[in-house]
């Protein structure tokens, strides 16, 4: 039987990024200590973190020095290598395992485990050059090229019209030298609505799983999300099921996030996985009892795990780079003028476009309300300051 790890012990977490910080926070207030590692000495975490282990996600010697301070190990993002968990492994529990991380890093082999375990996923080609990204257009029509590793919020995606643009679109993500690199094409879908379902998993097999999440993107990136999704009772069924049977198949310790489209002809399709907390979940902070960061901790140390029911809908709203100008941050102010809003910013010093800088949370009494909410917030922050 597994041992549970009590607070006042130690939780290190590898990657020191935004979620990695509210996750410490979280483990903070159930009394954990929390050690990171992350490339960046400055990263998101470290003002709320006992100590940061600053190093590559690929140094193994580094990962086993954060373990071997630490009772249990999790993770915030999916760049780790799986000789880091290993190292780490020699010096304590490491949840999720490196076996998993194996399967979500590379897109071509998650994509391949899903279509072997049975899951549903769209069409799609593997692909390595710019004569086999044609070839995969002439027969899937429009594609979504992405590569299989490296690939983060709209990152190392790129779309191909018809087989005229095949050429054009590897070489963007490649490179001129075109070569030495893989990727997935995927059949462009035509689609209803994206969703995603947070499972939970704790080493002794106690299992829940968050209501969806209703998402949208805009340029490959969530722009908003809400929970519960406002979707039929069937199709929040089947895939709740799904995702289940997904983090059961997989072999699941800590939180896995699948994300998932609804295709026109009403076809639930996987689109790929997230064995950490996820964009999408935000508002459980203020939807649920139990925080998706919460529970992460009360996964990885084989704690009772949370209430997942919805007390209120919420949503997020994300706030990027793109706000902040040489005037300075955004008025905040003007956004907690609106009722029934949070501000969570990630404690990022440099503010580039895209660049995910916090979010705005919000409640209502239905999801509709909660996101109209959340974006008119949002929205307070593009307004013109006095003077102009």
């Not at 006992?50 to 996600?57: K, Y």
């Not at 929040?236 to 800590?254: Q, S």
């Amino acid at each position: 039987m597994t041992d549970t790890i009590l607070p006042g012990a130690t939780i290190g977490i590898l990657g020191g990024g935004q979620l990695g910080r509210m996750t410490a926070m979280a483990a903070r207030t159930l009394g954990y200590d929390v050690h990171v590692l992350d490339p960046d000495p400055e990263c998101a975490a470290r003002a709320v973190v006992d100590r940061v282990v600053t190093a590559r996600f690929d140094d193994a010697d580094a990962a086993a020095d954060l373990a071997r301070n630490c009772d249990v190990v999790t993770l915030e993002i999916e760049q780790i290598s799986t000789a880091s968990l290993d190292a780490a492994l020699r010096h304590a529990p490491v949840r999720p395992a490196s076996r998993l991380l194996g399967i979500v890093q590379d897109r071509a082999v998650q994509t391949r485990w899903l279509v072997d375990a049975g899951f549903p996923v769209g069409p799609y080609e593997e692909v390595s050059d710019g004569e086999s990204v044609k070839r995969a257009a002439t027969r899937l029509g429009a594609l979504v090229v992405k590569a299989t590793r490296g690939g983060y919020d709209g990152r190392s995606q790129v779309r191909v019209a018809d087989i005229d643009d095949a050429a054009a679109a590897w070489t963007s993500l490649t490179g001129p030298a075109g070569t030495g690199r893989r990727a997935v094409a995927e059949q462009a879908l035509d689609l209803q609505s994206e969703l995603s379902v947070m499972i939970a998993r704790a080493p002794n097999g106690e299992v829940v799983a968050y209501p969806p999440a209703l998402n949208y993107h805009e340029r490959q990136v969530l722009s908003w999300s809400v929970i519960p999704a406002p979707l039929p009772a069937t199709l929040v069924k089947e895939a709740t099921e799904l995702a289940r049977g997904i983090a059961d198949a997989i072999g699941l310790e800590g939180l896995l996030a699948v994300e998932m489209f609804v295709t026109a002809t009403g076809d639930l399709l996987v689109n790929e996985l997230a064995p950490r907390p996820h964009n999408s979940f935000h508002e459980t902070e203020l939807a649920c009892p139990t925080s998706q960061f919460e529970q992460l901790v009360r996964a990885v140390c084989n704690l009772p795990l949370g209430d997942t029911s919805i007390v209120r809908p919420a949503a997020i709203v994300n706030l990027f780079g793109d706000l902040w100008t040489d005037r300075g941050a955004p008025p905040f102010d003007a956004a907690l003028a609106e009722p029934m809003t949070r501000l969570h910013l990630y404690g990022k010093r440099v503010a580039r476009p895209g660049r995910k800088m916090g979010h705005i949370s919000a409640y209502g009494d239905t999801a509709d309300d909660a996101l109209a909410r959340a974006r008119s917030a949002a929205a307070r922050l593009v307004a013109p300051r006095d003077g102009g």
